[in-house]
């Protein structure tokens, strides 16, 4: 059996595009703790200021659960 956790990353509130360290940084702490990466999803994620989005992901990530 496995278990799924959804992770959105995203530069700022306003603007800007994703960098590459974030996202590195985000992907090894997760597994660090026992996920995998299963999917990346490009987004427009709305930020809470303004009517534009900023650039970002969706990263899905697996595991199996403990026993």
Do not use: C, H
């Not at 996202?23 to 987004?43: H, P």
């Amino acid at each position: 059996m496995y278990e799924y956790k959804v992770v959105q990353v995203r530069e700022g509130l306003i603007g800007g595009k994703m960098s590459a360290d974030k996202l590195e940084k985000v992907l090894n702490e997760w597994a660090d703790k026992g996920w995998q990466v299963k999917s990346v999803t490009a987004v427009e994620v709305k930020g809470r200021i303004g009517p534009g989005g900023t650039e970002g992901v969706l990263v899905t990530f697996e595991r199996q659960r403990p026993a």
